[in-house]
């Protein structure tokens, strides 16, 4: 095939929690495709790829097999799967924990206590290696769905699940165990066995994802403040390289842009209150490219 030819297979979930934010994610990286919920298949208008829609829990053999170069998926799914893929990049959202939970009436007091136990889940492989690691000596009871009700049921006394909020298991009667298992959000997987011209595009697309990532992590902040504490404010805000000051017209006053964390946002900004600063206007970036 030759280099204007290739393209990048991509699999990403048909319909599902996932779909929604990989479709927007691809979307943000500039990149358009036509969207038709009855197809399985299609091509961007704009970047050589193709979209192939699949079950999330196909996405790592896909990848794997060759079927698709790479893929958007749960961590969960990956690890569930344990197929041969590389794990390029986390992408931040469809966050959430994978946590055992018992009756809210048991006595718990440490893994120890599931010995002997039966738990119900849908991700037998990630529980079995947990139970191992922690020498607890369980037996696994497989369901695809509808786990939280298997103690209620008789059918389990333990559950293994994804949690996002805890209420699923809270309106079952159950309760939390921590630590948490594992933690997922959704990666980008890819094949390990891509050719130079897919490896390319998949570069390209990964230098696309960075762009938006890294803004997430940043914040785009403009305000006025006396100019004498312009070295206080400078410390306080030291920028990507530098911010830029500009002066107002009553030259007691300066005007300062910047980026600035996520993480560390609020306490800037009480920092930046005690050094004068007023009008203070956040907002968000959409992207950053170093
Ligand atoms: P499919 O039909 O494709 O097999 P599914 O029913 O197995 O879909 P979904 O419920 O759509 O899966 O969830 C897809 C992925 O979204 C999960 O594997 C997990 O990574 C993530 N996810 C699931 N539940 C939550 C949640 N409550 N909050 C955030 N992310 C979640
Ligand atoms: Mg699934």
New binding site residues.
């Given amino acids: 095939m030759s280099k204007l030819d290739t393209k990048l297979k991509i699999a990403i ?7 929604e934010r990989c479709v927007r994610f691809i979307e943000s990286c500039g990149i358009k495709f036509p969207k038709n919920k009855s197809v399985l298949k299609a091509e961007a208008h704009n970047f050589p790829m193709q979209f192939l829609f ?5 996405i790592p053999a896909c990848v794997a097999e060759g079927v698709a170069d790479v893929g958007m ?5 990956v690890e569930e799967t344990a197929e041969n893929v590389d794990i390029v990049k986390r992408l931040g959202f ?3 924990r994978m946590s055992l939970a018992v009756p809210k009436n048991m006595e718990y007091n440490g893994l120890q206590d599931l010995s002997g136990k039966t738990i119900a889940t849908s991700y037998p492989r990630i529980l079995q290696n947990y139970l191992k690691e922690n020498q607890v000596e369980a037996r696994v009871h497989q369901i695809s ?1 509808s786990v939280e009700i298997a103690p209620s049921v008789g059918m389990a006394d333990a559950v293994f699940d ?4 805890g209420s699923t298991l809270m309106s079952n009667g159950l309760k939390e165990i921590k630590p948490t298992v594992l933690k ?3 990666v980008l997987i890819a094949n390990r066995n891509l050719d130079t011209e897919q490896q390319a595009i998949l570069d390209k697309l990964t230098f696309r994802m960075d762009a938006l990532l890294e803004a997430q992590n940043f914040k785009y902040l403009m305000f006025n403040f006396p100019t004498t504490s312009k070295e206080e404010i400078v410390n306080i805000i030291p920028g990507l390289k530098s911010p830029t000051i500009v002066p107002l017209s009553n030259s007691n006053w300066s005007a300062l842009h910047s980026v600035v964390e996520e993480d560390v946002f609020w306490d800037k900004i009480d920092n930046l209150k005690s050094a004068g600063a007023e009008d203070i206007i956040v907002l968000p970036i959409e992207k950053i490219i170093r």
């Fill in positions: 979930q048909k319909s599902g929690r996932l779909h699949l079950r999330d829990d196909d998926v749960g961590l969960n799914e469809s966050k959430c769905g994804i949690v996002s909020s997922s959000e959704a």
